[in-house]
């Protein structure tokens, strides 16, 4: 056979490929216009005015580009650094607290008890409910020294538990946030769970029990990996709402005592508003896009290189 006979000739494109290019294409159109305008597009011009000295009001003084300058200041305050150190030990505490809430009421109300669907619109229901109005009620609770939690505490220890300034005491106030804010979310993070549990088909379940595996075998080699995209989804989005804390910390704490819940986001804020400096402020935005985007994508490699 020679080389032109074992050519295979393109297939020609018909006018239905055509079509149908066409009707995909229309049908992502929305969504790519969307993305576009409400993330692309706003990135790219948080990134020019970064390069920028603009300010949040207009000024007589013209807008002039500094280049790099407010990244380098940004990367000289202390302050900064220690914003960042608080969020990412939020991060770290948020995630087997809230998560792990989460996994074990899924998997509680995915059994066949009386009245599971009125307990997870129970159990869902901080997650709806406004954050300004759950950090006022919890406000209450930590309120020092005669708040119900201290009162709780101090019943069941006999008196022997000093009232605790919970949201006053730099060692206690991010402990109180995460607390605050894993009850508040957990109920998203439990509908997602439940949703992967309900995906996984009673076919397997079956068949290892067929095989004569017990309950704790069935639910390490049959749930466990079967919710392995669910566990990546999970985490990858409770550590991007992890790092963008601030309501919690604006209502209760802004930023203290001595700056032990100060965020990243926190930070910004007050630069932006407060001081007025929007190029700064947009720096920052920058850097704890990249910052977040960075640990997403290492989450997702680390999860899919060990089978987790």
């Known amino acids: 056979m020679t080389l032109q006979q074992s050519v295979v000739p393109a297939r020609p494109v018909r006018s ?11 049908m992502l159109a929305p969504a790519l216009v969307l993305l576009t305008l409400f993330l692309i597009v706003p990135f790219l011009l948080s990134f020019w005015t970064a390069m920028t000295n603009q300010p949040l009001v207009p000024r007589p003084t013209p807008v ?23 969020v990412s030990r939020f991060t770290f505490w948020i ?17 066949k008890l009386p009245f599971r669907n009125f307990f997870r619109g129970l159990f869902f229901l901080p997650a709806i409910t406004s954050i ?30 000093q009232p605790i300034d919970w949201l006053g005491d730099p060692e206690w106030a991010m402990f109180s946030i995460v607390l605050l804010s894993a009850w508040q979310a957990y109920g998203f993070q439990m509908i997602v769970y439940l949703a992967g549990l309900q995906g996984i088909p009673d076919e397997l379940y079956d068949a290892a029990k067929i095989d004569g595996a017990n309950a704790l075998q069935r639910f390490w080699h049959v749930t466990m990996p079967g919710l392995r995209p669910t566990h990546i989804f999970v985490l990858v989005i409770t550590t991007i ?68």
């Open 16 to 26: 239905g490929d055509r079509g149908r290019m066409f009707q995909e294409i229309g």
């Open 64 to 86: 002039r580009f500094i280049g790099f300058n407010n990244f380098l200041r940004i990367f000289r305050d202390d302050l900064f650094w220690t914003s960042l150190w608080n």
């Open 95 to 111: 995630l087997p607290v809230q998560c792990g809430l989460a996994f074990a009421t899924a998997l509680l109300l995915h059994q």
């Open 132 to 161: 300004v109005v759950v950090c006022v009620v919890w406000g209450t609770l930590f309120q020092y020294p005669t708040g119900p939690f201290n009162q709780i505490l101090g019943f069941l220890s006999g008196g022997h538990i």
């Open 241 to 308: 709402q992890a790092f963008k804390l601030y309501t919690q910390v604006a209502i209760l704490t802004q930023g203290g005592p001595k700056s032990s819940t100060e965020t990243v986001v926190h930070y910004m804020v007050r630069a932006g508003f407060e001081e007025q400096k929007l190029g700064y402020a947009s720096a920052v935005s920058v850097i704890l896009f990249v910052i977040v985007l960075f640990i997403a994508l290492v989450q997702r490699q680390l999860l899919r290189r060990y089978d987790v």
